[in-house]
């Protein structure tokens, strides 16, 4: 008696060719050598309009803001400005703050590769003694930075409070003592790569 | 020529004509219209007022195995009018049949295989049937004149028509509690479906080609009813009486358990953007382990054995509490997942792939264990809701390799993830993930680069999450047009502001991931110097570790920087708790055009595809307790007593483009 066999062919479903394979060894995955990397190109604005946390006024008033309001203008300047990000760091237990403070500025950059590279010859005949595997970062062609500004501060608390006696929110205790101010502008040129590696 | 042709004209021929071969016969097949309207006066209509049938068993044996059906039934629902009718018409070459059944509820009590101990449950379902079947017969072969007398090839009839069943609504008892699908429909539609006779002469058996088949399926939703058996001891509930009580008490013997055994071979999966591709090659998988379903509930007060969701039993020191829901079970679910090649292309071939990298990526040897526990109803309307506690241990992990299997590998990795009423919605935003109260580990014990086994160590990574509300909703849409280098709503504005405009569609993937880290102010519990409560903000890097005497390097033997409680806020005056904005960050990734250069003098730029990423990072204001550094005999050193990072609001634009 001959079996039944029955015939079923679905033009709208593709069937996979399904197989009982075991998995691929690490042997097996070593075939002709594949350089891999990528190649990034692009620009970052920290704080071009401002900040999450401090509102911009609408004056340079320190006694007319809002509890969320601050504004980074020189003091006696008439228009307030937004201001960039804060950095605070503390290196003494109960101790005063470090503060970079009102951090803004564009940078854009191309031409910066990242892969991973086996070395094992050249560099004045120390290759063939290292034989190993690095992280290559390629540095990038052209590094351009725009109005990058930023303060450096003292500061005897950790968050930033307006001062001005009777304003919302306001903290008279507060003091903060900006150092120095810090602008750059201009095309930096970097050639090379940096290798990183574990020892 | 001789035609074979019913005697359409006679009033009372009824019945199936088939033409036999040894006439050749030129016959003319009715389309589908024809059919529809060669509607014979005279049928045969069939009318079934309440038929029942049952069967108290239906086993099916094979190799000293068996399935059994137990208390298979149909009966029509009581409440609903209903008369079955079954309607045949003769047709020039054919038959016609419909049928029309309404709300019948179809019943098989249990499902058991073997001795019977153990069900998958019982399943009843009430639908609607209607179907409608076009049944005529096929051109017999031309060659069949110069055969022998007998059945000749290609001798069959065809189907076409359609089978609709509707207002479905499918119970799963389990237990003493029902998973209830609602709104199930099934259509199926076929034209020429032809069925052939064995050819005894060619050998070929039966033959069943379907040309045309569209089938539509859909449900409006899943509930479940953890009230423990039936309103009234004996009457189950029906959709048109449901059972509406309070639930208790805990899961029976039944439910669902699957070991699972899984190859994929070779798969390439294929993504669109606007006309530009990206294939991704050489998918790999494969695994094995046992999945299992149950429906459970939380505890009650006074039973003893039983651990609640939020409580570990102690003598295991797992999470293996119960929560209401649909619980999905994972038990050394053990798996591995690879790719091979990533292509960019502007045409649909992925042979002329612009760009192209053999980028090896990978998780292997994943052990997964745990559960996910699942209730509808999400966090707002329709939607789902769920607890989940999930381990996945010894896996290795490269985010890029290449062919000789060298890059970077995160060795030895385990993960542990838990979420308390995190929900999953649709919502105009797209698809929001929320986490709810969540908390995780994640121990890399070796960054490795080089290769999987042996290449050199940077050390021992470990990361530690503790969150409340975060959330990620991801949509399509991509990035749409943006103004690179400057802030400007219009491609001229942009240009003047000294930006570049860029249109990428309105295809691609965004999304918005919101972090929300919770700080640690509970009593703190030391080893070595650093706290080890699990539900904390913490990262650890431990450098020049001892190796012990199995070879491996021992964790806690070597110098560690440990960044200890960190935690986003809204740095809000006069409430300080407030943490609602978290870590924000709005991300569309598209791909797009992108250039790149040459590394080499003088830096010419070449076109290429790659990935755009464009996106928005921001935050009121991130802290940390402070900065750790550990000796293994020395202790504990505080090198940075507090970090503060405030008002930060970062765009950003990227390509990234793979290059060989």
Redesign the interface.
């Known amino acids: 008696m ?11 479903i593709a069937c ?9 060894t ?1 042997s097996d ?26 509102r911009t006024p609408v004056s340079n008033n320190p006694a007319s803001w809002s ?2 309001q601050r504004s980074c203008a020189p003091t006696g300047a008439v228009a307030p400005q937004a ?13 005063g ?1 470090y503060v970079l403070d009102n951090i803004k500025g ?1 940078y ?1 950059f ?2 910066l ?1 990242v ?2 590279r ?1 070395i094992s010859s050249g560099f004045g005949n120390d290759g063939a003694g290292f034989d ?4 290559q970062i ?1 540095l990038p ?2 590094l351009l930075v ?1 109005e990058a500004s930023m303060e450096l501060a003292m500061s005897n608390q ?4 307006n001062r001005q006696a009777g304003a ?2 306001a903290d008279t205790s507060f003091r903060q003592n900006n150092l120095i101010s810090l602008g750059m502008s201009g095309t930096l040129k970097t050639e090379g790569h940096l290798l990183i ?3 | 020529m001789d035609t074979c042709k019913l005697a359409t004209t006679s009033r009372t021929m009824t019945g199936l004509w088939l033409c036999f071969a040894g006439m050749a016969h030129a016959m003319v097949p009715l389309s589908d219209n024809s059919l529809a309207e060669v509607a014979g006066q005279n049928g045969v209509s069939l009318v079934i007022d309440g038929a029942t049938w049952s069967a108290s068993s239906i086993e099916h044996t094979q190799d000293g195995e068996s399935l059994r059906l137990k208390g298979v039934s149909a009966r029509p629902v009581q409440g609903h009018a209903g008369v079955t009718t079954v309607r045949i018409d003769t047709l020039a070459n054919g038959v016609h049949m419909s049928l029309s059944a309404p709300q019948t509820e179809y019943r098989i009590d249990d499902i058991v295989l073997g001795t019977g101990l153990q069900g998958f449950g019982g399943l009843r379902s009430f639908a609607n049937v209607n179907a409608a079947v076009g049944i005529r017969s096929l051109t017999p072969s031309i060659n069949a004149s110069l055969e022998p007398a007998g059945l000749a090839s290609d001798l069959g009839f065809a189907l076409s028509g359609s089978v609709q069943v509707g207002q479905g609504t499918a119970y799963w008892r389990h237990g003493p509690y029902d998973l209830i699908t609602k709104g199930l429909r099934l259509g199926v539609t076929f034209a020429d479906a032809t069925f052939k006779w064995p050819d005894t002469a060619s050998g070929q058996d039966f033959n069943l080609t379907f040309q045309d088949v569209a089938i539509t399926a859909g449900m409006s939703g899943m509930t479940l009813d953890l009230a423990e058996g039936d309103p009234t001891p004996g009457q189950m509930a029906t959709p048109l009486m449901q059972d509406e009580r309070d639930p208790r008490a805990l899961a029976g013997t039944q439910g669902v358990s699957a070991d699972v055994n899984w190859h994929l071979a070779q798969g390439s999966a294929f993504l669109t953007d606007n006309d530009k591709h990206l294939w991704i090659q050489g998918l790999r998988s494969h695994g094995s382990g046992n999945i299992t379903l149950d429906m459970t509930r939380r505890c009650s007060t006074g039973v003893v054995t039983c651990f609640d969701g939020s409580v570990s039993d102690p003598s295991t020191g797992q999470y293996n509490g119960h929560f209401d829901g649909l619980r999905v079970g994972f038990n050394d679910v053990v798996g591995s997942y690879s790719l091979e090649d990533i292509r960019f292309g502007s045409s649909p071939s992925p042979l002329e792939g612009e760009t192209e990298q053999k980028l090896f990526a990978g998780i292997y040897d994943a052990t997964l264990n745990g559960h996910a526990t699942l209730l509808p109803g999400g966090k707002a309307g329709d939607g789902l809701r769920f607890n989940a506690d999930l381990w996945t241990s010894n896996f290795d992990l490269t985010p890029a390799s290449d062919a000789q299997g060298e890059g970077i590998w995160l060795s030895d990795t385990h993960s542990r993830m838990h979420f308390r009423h995190g929900s999953v919605d649709v919502t105009e935003a797209g698809l929001e993930i929320h986490k709810g109260e969540h908390w995780s580990r994640l121990d890399i014990n070796d960054a490795r680069l080089g290769s999987r086994a042996t290449g050199k160590s940077f050390g021992r990574i470990m990361f530690k999450t503790y969150e409340l509300d975060s959330s990620i909703t991801l949509a399509t849409g991509g990035s749409g047009t943006v103004c690179a280098g400057a802030l400007a709503g219009s491609a001229g504005d942009c240009t003047s502001a000294g930006g570049t405009w860029q249109d990428f569609g309105d295809q691609g993937l965004s999304a918005r991931p919101k972090t929300i880290f919770v700080q640690d102010n509970s009593p703190q519990s030391f080893v070595n110097g650093v706290v080890m409560n699990e539900k904390r903000n913490q990262f650890a890097f431990e450098t020049n570790r001892r190796l012990g005497s199995d070879g491996k390097a021992v964790n806690g033997s070597g110098t560690q920087m440990v960044l200890d409680n960190f935690w986003t806020s809204d740095d809000k005056v006069g409430d300080p708790l407030a943490n609602q904005h978290g870590l924000q960050v709005d991300v569309g990734i598209d791909i797009a055009p992108t250039v790149v250069v040459s590394k080499v003098a003088p830096h010419t730029q070449s076109q290429a595809l790659g990935f755009a990423i464009n996106g928005r990072l921001s935050f009121k204001e991130m802290v940390a307790e402070r900065l750790q550094a550990l000796h293994p005999t020395g202790g504990a050193q505080t090198v940075i007593h507090g970090l503060r990072m405030q008002n930060a609001d970062v765009r950003f634009n990227l390509t990234a483009t793979p290059i060989n």
């Open positions: 001959r079996s039944k066999t029955w015939f079923l062919a679905v033009l709208l996979p060719a399904w197989a009982q394979l075991s998995a691929m690490e995955l070593r075939e002709q050598s594949g350089q891999g990397g990528v190649q990034l190109l692009g620009a970052f604005s920290i704080n071009p309009v401002g900040g999450a946390l401090w509890a969320d201001c960039g990000m804060r950095l605070g760091l503390r290196a003494q237990a109960q101790g703050w564009r854009s191309e031409g590769t892969r991973t086996h190993r595997q690095v992280v390629g062609t052209s725009h950790a968050n930033w409070r919302a929110g590696f574990p020892r």
